[in-house]
Nanobody, 128 residues
Framework: QLQLVESGGGLVQPGGSLRLSCAASGFILDNYAVGWFRQAPGKEREGVACISSSGNSARYAESVKGRSTILRDKVKNTVWLQMNSLKAEDTAVYYC?????????????????????WGQGTQVTVSS
């Protein structure tokens, strides 16, 4: 069965950190560009970070640039999103998706060339 599973979300205080994981099963994640996206209630989905299939290129939304890092773990067939200095406005459901080989910039954050698979999402809540 081909699927993506996100984990690592939760409740964190402002200024805290989280590491989200996107684990693939049934296919090799390194064959695809992987993007992280988020959607808050009443808002459009936006791209947060994206890494190319080679791992040589990463793109970030301006809202998280400097606070986030996207990384591949080939052994675990997983892509991580490390988020630091979290703010209340980072509260959202975070999704990962795969498709194509590279990422592109968009006014709503980095995007993929196409979307082959999506995960079910993990909730991130930043609140004191």
């Amino acid at each position: 069965q081909l699927q993506l599973v996100e984990s690592g979300g939760g409740l964190v205080q402002p200024g805290g950190s989280l590491r989200l994981s996107c684990a693939a099963s049934g296919f090799i994640l390194d064959n695809y560009a992987v993007g992280w996206f988020r959607q808050a209630p009443g808002k459009e989905r936006e791209g947060v970070a994206c890494i190319s299939s080679s791992g040589n290129s990463a793109r970030y939304a301006e809202s998280v640039k400097g606070r986030s890092t996207i990384l591949r773990d080939k052994v675990k067939n997983t892509v991580w999103l490390q988020m630091n200095s979290l703010k209340a406005e980072d509260t959202a459901v975070y999704y990962c998706a795969v498709g194509g080989a590279v990422c592109y910039d968009d006014p709503l954050g980095p995007v993929l060339a196409r979307y082959d698979y999506w995960g079910q999402g993990t909730q991130v809540t930043v609140s004191s």
